[in-house]
């Protein structure tokens, strides 16, 4: 019983590390904080005073226009990518984060889907035809990127569910 | 249709093509730019000459291919090869653009702007705003033209006149795909 006992405890020693990462606190010593994960955060409902429990230290924080903005590192899976989770009035009020759900499997798992087109800022227009292709569903709130020659949605965006796409934001 | 047809039809064709010469001047174009390296065999297999456009030189998203008119695809070398470095740019960014992020220690978020999505890029000291692709687009097509002017100086027949002689940068040579 005891060998049972000895490798349930080795185990969740295991899953705890792989889950955290370690961060330098004020006074220098090392504290471990909770991997960036989607699935943490309740657009809407979770306060941003539970941030830095829920998905760990962001990598940058901006204010801007009346938002704080929260870049997460999304660690090997993208590692030229960041999560961002806007705060406003202390609550989060949108997400953006890299995932690679099939735009198929989008597309047959949600009804009510708005098509449209992602704008590329700051891109010579005169050598570009077309953009990101952006897929968005008011009704749970949810929203997916996507390039027109790929398989698979590249970032995932979420905000309250029913509330439209068209009055999140800036 | 019978063998000794086909053969005769495919000579026929094959002799119009080679005399064509908007196609000429458009094959010097991509020649200029890319140097006998696998972006030029990639361009060529995206290519398309069209009329009637009021652009000159673009690469469609939705298609992958980059569309030339008709005037650019018959003008002189350098012509060619000036319009189609950005358009080319464009193309390759789609299979680099990962590469290309990391390259340049840039980190790219995206925000939520009322109804549509924007990017901004997150620096190590700024954010930035011009995106990590027009930036992609500005120096590759840059590499692209100097290949040609590095060329002109062996051969005079051959290569992109006017372009100042600057610094090549190999990560960019690397990432298009071109010979060193």
């Not at chain 1, 953009?131 to 009704?139: A, F, P, Y």
């Not at chain 2, 001047?25 to 456009?53: P, Y």
């Not at chain 2, 051959?158 to 795909?177: M, N």
Request: charged content about 25%; aromatic content about 8%.
């Amino acid at each position: 019983m005891w060998k049972w006992a000895l490798c349930l405890g080795i185990v969740s020693m295991m899953s705890m590390a792989s889950y955290g990462r370690a961060v330098k606190n004020k006074r220098g010593s090392k504290v471990e904080t909770p991997e960036f994960r989607a699935e943490s955060i309740v657009p809407g409902e979770t306060p941003e005073s539970k941030l830095l429990v829920l998905v760990g230290q962001p990598m940058r924080v901006l204010r801007e226009r009346g938002r704080v903005l929260y870049f997460y590192d999304v660690g090997l899976r993208g590692a030229s990518m960041t999560a961002t989770v806007s705060v406003r009035k202390g609550v989060v009020e949108w997400m953006t984060y890299f995932c690679d759900e099939p735009v198929k499997e989008v597309l047959s798992k949600y009804e009510g889907v708005k098509e449209g087109t992602v704008a590329l800022s700051g891109v010579d227009k005169r050598s570009l035809r077309g953009g990101l292709r952006q897929l968005t569903v008011d009704e749970v709130g949810r929203g997916f990127v996507y390039s027109p020659r790929a398989e698979k949605v590249r970032v995932c965006l979420r905000w309250p569910t029913g509330k439209p796409f068209s009055e999140v934001g800036f | 249709m019978s063998k000794g047809w086909l053969v005769v039809w495919i000579g026929f064709t094959g002799t119009f093509a080679a005399v064509s010469p908007a196609r000429a001047n458009l094959n010097a174009g991509i020649e200029a730019l890319t140097m006998g390296s696998a972006l030029g065999s990639e361009v060529r297999d995206r290519i398309e000459v069209v009329t009637g456009t009021t652009s000159d030189c673009v690469y469609d998203m939705e298609s992958g291919r980059i569309t030339v008119s008709e005037t650019i695809a018959a003008s002189e070398t350098e012509v060619v090869a000036r319009c189609l470095a950005p358009a080319v740019a464009q193309m390759k960014y789609e299979s680099i653009e990962d590469q290309w992020l990391e390259h340049s220690g840039v980190r790219q978020a995206w925000v939520l702007d009322r109804g549509s999505v924007r990017t901004k890029e997150l620096s190590n000291k700024v954010v930035t705003e011009p995106t990590a692709r027009a930036t992609w687009v500005v120096l590759a097509s840059r590499e692209m033209l100097l290949q040609g002017t590095k060329e002109k100086k062996g051969d005079p027949s051959r290569g992109i006149a006017s372009i100042p002689i600057a610094k090549s940068d190999s990560k960019i040579r690397e990432l298009l795909g071109l010979v060193n």
